[in-house]
């Protein structure tokens, strides 16, 4: 089973909101990743956690707070955003350690946010 | 860091004929090069990969190929079906992926 499911699938929300993305994989990945994905552009690396610690912050504004309660879960909370916030959150896991550099990451359905 | 371009950004192929994705890398410590699939509302899938002590990868339709002295690889879909209309993007991994811009395929019937 290569699943990683995100909730929900859709979310909108006004600037004041908080809300948070859930993510889940139940194939023993050790790795665990966030990326935002504008329309007609690839994904953007926001996070990655490995071993349920974080690894990687790419410089990402604190109005998204990630966090890992398990090594199946991965959380994306949300508060203040703006409205150019919207787009398709993607959460993807991978296998080992969180190397990051030969592993296959397998992207869930993403979390379409629209942000008024 | 790592900057990957991809070419075309469109392709519009007759169902049947073969579709060709272009992907050049500047890393040349980059050594892991996967292909992702993305359909309509979906997320990206991996259709096939490459590391870089392989020259070519065949799966089916798909094939793979890189040429790490020139620092490129593509992608090569035979017999293309409707199905395969969608966006693909390569990606080049040292450290984390990278992905190129996309590359949007309709195979018209």
């Known amino acids: 089973d290569t699943e990683v499911t995100q909730t929900p699938k859709h979310l909108v929300m006004g600037m004041t909101n908080k809300k948070s993305l859930k993510c889940e994989q139940h194939?023993?990945?050790?790795?665990m990743y966030w990326y935002k994905q504008k329309a007609k552009k690839p994904p953007e690396l926001m996070f990655v956690y490995s071993y349920e610690k974080l690894s990687i912050n790419e410089s990402v504004p604190s109005r998204f707070s990630p966090e890992c309660p398990n090594s199946s879960l991965l959380n994306l909370h949300l508060h203040a955003l703006q409205p150019e916030d919207s787009a398709l959150y993607l959460c993807a896991s991978s296998p080992t350690s969180g190397g990051f550099h030969d592993e296959t990451q397998y992207f869930g359905p993403g979390t379409r946010l629209l942000v008024l | 860091g790592e900057n990957v371009e991809q070419h075309p950004s469109t392709l519009s192929v007759q169902e049947g004929d073969s579709a060709v994705i272009k992907c050049t890398y500047s890393d040349s410590a980059s050594n892991y090069f996967p292909w992702y699939k993305q359909e309509l509302g979906k997320g990206p899938q991996l259709i096939i990969d490459i590391r870089s002590n392989v020259g070519e990868k065949k799966d089916q339709r798909i094939a793979v190929t890189l040429n790490k002295t020139a620092k490129h690889f593509s992608l090569h879909i035979t017999e293309t079906q409707p199905e395969d209309s969608a966006v693909y993007f390569c990606?080049?991994?040292?450290?984390?992926?990278?992905f190129g811009a996309g590359t949007t395929v309709t195979v018209r019937a």
């Open positions: 990606a080049a991994s040292n450290k984390r992926l990278s």
């Open positions: 194939m023993g990945h050790r790795a």
